[in-house]
């Protein structure tokens, strides 16, 4: 492996860092919800400053509609390899903050606290952003320029599903072009560990909505009017069962079998019951899923089905006697490789008709399939390698993550390995409040960046090499 | 039957009703919800004054805790039999307005459309209590003077269901002493007949919480942490299921099996499901209770279980992934006679525990007993017949309402008959948006109260003398 003496580059780091703090905390003060729509225009103009003054330059894409998809492009330097490009996943939209009464500092106004930054969006997924940015400034203090072409996709619906952006990525196609691609999020585990995925989970995230009359009625009369909220009680538990096990026909179809090299992984992961039980404050022992019996195979191979939301009535203080008119509630399933989510759609609709529900109407909010990369790619290895040297630690890597995201279009369209890895850690809190970072794996993550993209040309070729000579 | 000329009654109606609606609107600006404590002190403040402003004398207690009960006291004039009292039961609390959006006008600043008033509260349960002071007056301009005492209590907490009002009437039984009661609500139905009750459903309002986790989570976490909301779902699927049986052992423990004339006079009440459907705009026929076949008898004879609000996660718009930390319902169960709220609650906490819920919490917001009165007592006889007088239409009374009310406290402390008559009608939309009365309902309301109170004393006595005679 060449590029850069790894001390030289953590120097550099340190001496970025305050600035790069700075312009994260400016950055995490836009409200930018997209579940809302709030704060689009203003971000997107802010990345697009960031990509400036790191040197690059960024093209606004919005002709497909949709939050604007934001490219940037840094070329490599006189001594990089122009031959080679790396590619970013990022996004700048951030989940709603609610609820707002849970969080100790106010979500939009970035705090630090015992070198911990609080703010949303912070882990997910602005101060990833950040990080790689001053990783970029790193490597031109360091090597007077970039080992490689670097491009960014950085897109504004993540957090609703990116519902827009397959068309983008399969419009520009070129554009986008690249020999691999780091994801947008990671971080340390409860044991310090860094801890990457390969492929991510898909996704059907499906509203149920029972409507039983125009207006909310005096609950005397649920001696005879029907009770939308009963309804979608009883259909919701005809769908899974106490013991977990999820109970509409089709829901598994296709569920390809995971390959003992990833079955192998898997065992291989850290898990510890204790430290989830302490880190969310759990009441009950876990469940597994009902086809796997330990917490990393559900993780990682198993499918869910969550209730994410549920709202009917009235649902103040104290004691209000109305029969409500309608209930709904928001389910999300988290899908493995060979899933299809508009089969899940229609599936949750057939089992709802055949238990006599067919008054409960679905639609799916966003729907994603999963992927994952080819585990044996020496990219995967070059990535696990340079965090080993920065870390000083053996990292964590997941043949997929129980999360989601739109890994699936890019795998399509752009035929790259696919490794996810960033500057979070275990209490992180994503989509909760408190979200947080801790700088120094904040300050680590630039480092590991840098480094990794440092000798990205030579790990690509010697692998090339490799491939040549047998 | 003795007292005034009807046709001069419903002439000073007419004059005073102008004034009787402005002092109506003054007393609907407060938005006294007793849900959320608000303008309790200042409607208080209102009610004295018309009392005052009617002639007669008020008291406020407020020593036994809760939001004040108004005691309202009116003396027999000159010619009027100061030996025969009638109480009025009302309340100048109000039930919340939400949801708000579905307002053709503002809930709490009064609108007359089409000769209707509309405002939370003025059917339930302001405007009856301007009526039956507006019949005051109009009996002291027919009369000089009043036919007997007129007693009133009003209490400001009927809509969470009374908490504290047993202890006033037990210390106060003598202050509120009375030969009958008119209780506080009543109206047309979908036939223009004024439908009135001898009785009321009592109540077990409980509130079922499942909390999970210390805060709401990443939903990627389903796959091995267990979901509040799912248990809450599939607990309560156990206490109904799709035949709207009530499940839950214990829970019709105790019920009085209905006189003959109870059930003989069930059978007489109207009910059009049609009528029904449309004014709620209802999307499924009508179900009945597990034990009845006719929505009359579930109206009269049947418990119910109403889910009032069920909240869990996220209820905005647009897709958040979170495992919610919690989910909490309310559930609404209206009791007959014989049924006992405690004992509802302690039915409904073994039965989760014997299903393996017992980490949901229940715990009970209200609990009433059901009440019905002497179907056979001459001031029923009394209240119907003045009834057809001024309506000019034979009137309905059921054994009891579908509704509750802390009747049952009243009847055990001061042994007196209670009829429920007022000036709703069959669209009034009590506890749901655009709540509202007719002002020709109001009016004929009034000369109902009046000519009902100028013949009481007449009718209670020859009832006597025929008791003497037998």
Redesign the interface.
């Known amino acids: 492996m060449t590029g850069s003496n790894l001390q030289e580059l953590k120097n550099y780091a340190k001496e970025l860092l305050p600035s790069a703090i700075d312009t994260l905390k400016e950055y995490l003060r836009f409200p930018t919800i997209?579940?809302?729509g709030t704060a689009i225009p203003e971000t997107v103009q802010y990345v697009e400053k960031m990509i400036s003054e790191a040197g690059g330059h960024s093209t606004v894409l919005d002709d497909l509609g949709g939050n604007p998809v934001v490219y940037g492009f840094f070329a490599a330097g006189p001594k990089g390899d122009s031959s080679k490009t790396l590619l970013f996943y990022n996004h700048y939209d951030v989940?709603?903050p609610?609820?707002l009464d849970?969080w100790n500092s106010e979500p939009f106004n970035p705090s630090v606290i015992d070198g911990k930054l609080f703010a949303r969006g912070v882990a997910d997924n602005k101060g990833d952003l950040v990080a790689r940015l001053t990783a970029i400034n790193v490597l031109k203090q360091a090597e007077g320029g970039l080992p490689c072409n670097i491009k960014f996709l950085i897109e504004g619906e993540e957090?609703?599903?990116s519902p827009n952006l397959a068309p983008y990525l399969k419009k520009y196609k070129e554009l986008f072009q690249a020999d691999a691609c780091i994801w947008e999020f990671g971080g340390k585990d409860e044991e310090e560990r860094i801890s990457m995925v390969a492929g991510i989970?898909g996704?059907a995230?499906l509203e149920l909505t029972c409507?039983?009359?125009?207006?909310?009625?005096?609950?005397?009369?649920?001696?005879?009017?029907?009770?939308a909220?009963?309804r979608?009680?009883?259909a919701?538990?005809t769908m899974?069962?106490?013991d977990?096990e999820i109970l509409v026909e089709g829901f598994y179809d296709g569920i390809q079998e995971p390959k003992e090299s990833e079955k192998q992984a898997v065992k291989a992961l850290p898990f510890s019951e204790e430290a989830?039980s302490r880190i969310?404050?759990?009441?009950?022992?876990?469940?597994?899923?009902a086809r796997?019996s330990d917490?990393r195979d559900?993780?990682v191979f198993?499918p869910?089905?969550?209730?994410?939301?549920?709202?009917?009535?009235?649902?103040?203080?104290?004691?209000?006697?109305?029969?409500?008119?309608s209930?709904s509630?928001?389910v999300?399933c988290?899908l493995v490789p060979g899933q299809d989510p508009d089969h899940i759609l229609e599936s949750v609709k057939k089992h709802l008709k055949k238990h006599?529900f067919d008054?409960i109407e679905v639609s799916m909010?966003?729907g994603q399939k999963a992927y994952r990369s080819d585990y044996n790619h020496p990219f995967v290895a070059h990535v696990m390698q340079t965090a080993r040297d920065v870390y000083e630690k053996e990292g964590i890597l997941a043949p997929n993550?129980?999360?989601?995201g739109p890994m699936y279009d890019f795998g399509e369209q752009l035929e790259l390995p696919i490794v996810s890895t960033g500057v979070g850690w275990v209490e992180s809190?994503?989509?909760?409040?408190?979200e947080s970072i801790r700088l120094q794996d904040f300050e680590q993550g630039i480092v590991h960046m840098a480094y990794m993209l440092s000798g990205f040309p030579a790990a690509l070729k010697s692998a090339e090499e490799e491939t040549n000579a047998i």
């Open positions: 997209s579940a809302q989940q709603p609610e609820p849970e957090e609703i599903g989970k996704m995230y409507v039983g009359a125009d207006i909310d009625m005096h609950s005397s009369v649920g001696a005879y009017v029907d009770n909220a009963w979608l009680v009883q919701l538990a899974k069962n106490q977990n989830v969310y404050g759990l009441k009950r022992p876990l469940i597994t899923a796997g917490p559900a993780m198993e869910t089905m969550t209730i994410c939301g549920l709202v009917s009535g009235y649902t103040g203080p104290g004691a209000k006697t109305v029969l409500p008119k209930a509630a928001k999300d988290r006599g008054d909010v966003n993550s129980a999360g989601t809190k994503a989509h909760a409040p408190n």
